[in-house]
């Protein structure tokens, strides 16, 4: 379960925030999480809830995720496509010279704080 890690990662990245800009309370955490990161976001809010009941500053904190559509782009044709629809193989050409251009990431879009 990888999602533990990355919201102790998470975390730690928000309180780094908070002490920075002396934040006290952090309300509701915003985050953009791949289509095809492999977070599995039931697991990643149950991970949430038990970690914010550890922390002062996170307590009660709600969060809130976005899907970031995966989009791959092919390397022969210069086009993207959706790639949990077509996967590897290119739906214009035909080919697998392609590459994931987004969708696998997880960032923080929006922090809610006193």
């Known amino acids: 379960m990888h999602e533990l890690g990355i919201v102790f990662h998470i975390i730690k990245t ?9 934040l006290t309370k952090v309300s509701k955490v915003v985050l953009e999480v791949g289509e095809v990161s492999t977070v599995i976001a039931e697991l ?3 991970c949430w809830e038990w970690s ?3 922390s002062p500053l996170m307590e009660g904190c709600k969060l809130e ?3 970031i559509p995966a989009v791959t782009y092919c390397e022969d044709c210069g ?5 949990v629809k077509y996967a590897k193989i290119c739906p214009y050409c035909k080919s697998e010279h392609t590459y ?4 696998n990431e997880v ?4 922090i809610e704080a006193q």
């Open 107 to 110: 960032r923080i879009k929006e």
């Open 65 to 67: 995720h976005l899907v």
């Open 79 to 83: 086009r993207t496509y959706e790639t």
């Open 52 to 54: 914010c009941r550890r």
């Open 100 to 103: 994931l251009k987004e969708g």
């Open 44 to 46: 990643l809010e149950s």
């Open 14 to 22: 928000i309180e780094d925030v908070a002490e920075e800009q002396k």
